[in-house]
């Protein structure tokens, strides 16, 4: 499984029964002696989510949530995406993640860095499809 997940995102039609989790949540740790099953549909993503956090833990290793707003420095953000801070610091400069200034540095919201590289893998994905056809059509392998 990867480290880093996509961004739990939970639609305003969900937002009703995540409501009712939280404030499920909040009360049951003030309610002692509570009898009774208490049951709430939760929304996939949010499933998927506390399964994750679940099976993490479960295997001893740490979980921790994050939010996508959260800021990075210019070492977080290439640690991130595996590249040099250099090379992060072009593609900031080029325009192709978006970044603000705190003082004289840079800063990146963990959701930008998480659709470029979602964009980037698209990208390469496109590329060596187009070049498994390229290498069909030029014969190299009989088919795609």
Known sequence: ??????????S???ETQVAELRR????????????GIHQ??????LYRLLLRIVQELADGKA?????AAQELSSQEAASFLGVSRQ?????????????????THRRVYLQ????FRKERDQRRHQA?????????????????
């Open 112 to 115: 930008d860095l998480i659709s």
């Open 63 to 67: 979980a921790s949530l994050t939010s």
């Open 24 to 35: 499920f949540l909040a009360n049951s740790g003030r309610e002692s002696g509570r009898s």
């Open 40 to 45: 709430i549909k939760l929304p996939d993503s």
């Open 1 to 10: 499984m990867p480290s880093i997940l996509e961004p739990a995102i939970i």
């Open 87 to 103: 090379f992060l610091v072009r593609l900031l400069d080029e325009g192709k993640i978006h970044f603000h200034r705190a003082g």
């Open 12 to 14: 305003e039609a969900d």
């Open 128 to 144: 060596v499809e187009q070049m498994a056809r390229d290498a069909v059509a030029d014969g190299v392998y009989d088919e795609f």
